[in-house]
């Protein structure tokens, strides 16, 4: 049987893309995980592999949704070939259990593995450089600007919290945390 695995890094990406490639490709069954790769526990990918047994196939899009690094790949893919488990990842093809098979497999998780690394770094640079400039904020930017909380607060003097809100589209709890600050 086929047997399909879908991954997103985070609970607001979306699956379905994955899931309906994976359907395509003829799998009876699709695991999903939202959590990062980087994360061992992936409580759905361990069910998976639990259920797989020998003549089943694993399907997944890309080499980056299987594995969270070389190593990780490299062990799971050697697990899978010795309970007689196929492995297909459709960006790459059926990888064989053959010793050209595993090498090329390994060569691709390294560079997986790479790549990764490598957006990593350039995401941690940017946020050093940005740091230096004089108007960086950590985290989300503001959904609302000083004017308009401003002008919420003013409502807030003749109307009540709920009111203000479905004026302004501004929540009650950014309205109280706000009003305490001042």
Known sequence: MKYGYARVSTAGQDLQTQIDTLKKEGCKKVYQDKITGTKKERPAFGELIQELKEGDTLVVTKLDRFARSTADAIATIKELFNRGVKVHVLNM???????????????????????RDMIVERTQEGKTLAKQRGD??????????????EHALKLLEDNSYKEVERLTGISISTLTREKRKR
């Open 136 to 149: 960086f904020r950590e985290g989300r930017p503001k959904k609302y600007g000083k004017k308009q909380i």
């Open 93 to 115: 093809g059926l990888v064989e259990n053959t010793p050209t098979g595993r090498l090329i497999f390994n060569i691709l998780s390294a560079f997986a593995e790479f790549e």
